[in-house]
């Protein structure tokens, strides 16, 4: 459960919606681990519900927005508790520059660059080629640089 919830709420940025998709994870976990095989595929497996139930997710938070529900981001607890005050501020201004980006782009980017995840296994987790992976990431990165250079300036 503390795995599914550390990349669920490093993929939502929001601390509101991970118990959520932490509980639907397991929800349907409790179907689909009967089919695994090997216990060194359950990890991997959760990894992936996890990814497609935060992409869900995150498509849901958009359609929220238009229609003025969405709860308003709380980025707090996503740095580490030994991070400065500095650190905390740019934590902040990814995950809010991350909610401007689609959510494909945003899982996909968010799978490399904060959890460290390799092309090959973001590709898998994403449930996509590995030349989409790299133009998701690249995509979204473009668009988070770009917003975090308009607020620095």
Do not use: N
Not at 40 to 60: D, N, P, S, Y
Not at 113 to 118: K, L, W
């Amino acid at each position: 459960a503390s795995y599914v919830g550390a990349v669920a709420s490093r993929l939502l940025g929001r601390a509101a919606e991970v118990e959520d998709v932490v509980q639907d994870v397991f929800a349907l976990a409790l179907r689909g681990l009967r089919r695994r095989e090997d216990v060194r595929e359950i990890k991997g497996w959760l990894a992936k519900v996890t990814v497609r139930r935060c992409l869900r997710q995150l498509r849901m938070r958009k359609l929220w927005a238009l229609v003025d529900l969405a709860a308003d981001p709380s980025y707090e607890r996503l740095a580490e508790p030994s991070a400065g005050p500095e650190e905390r501020q740019l934590v902040t201004e990814v995950y809010r520059a991350l909610d401007a980006v689609p959510a494909a782009e945003r899982v996909a980017w968010t799978l490399r660059h904060v959890e460290g995840e390799s092309l090959e296994d973001v590709a898998i987790l994403c449930d996509c080629s590995l030349a989409t992976a790299k133009r998701r990431i690249a995509s979204a990165h473009e668009k988070v640089k770009a917003k975090l250079d308009g607020r620095r300036r």
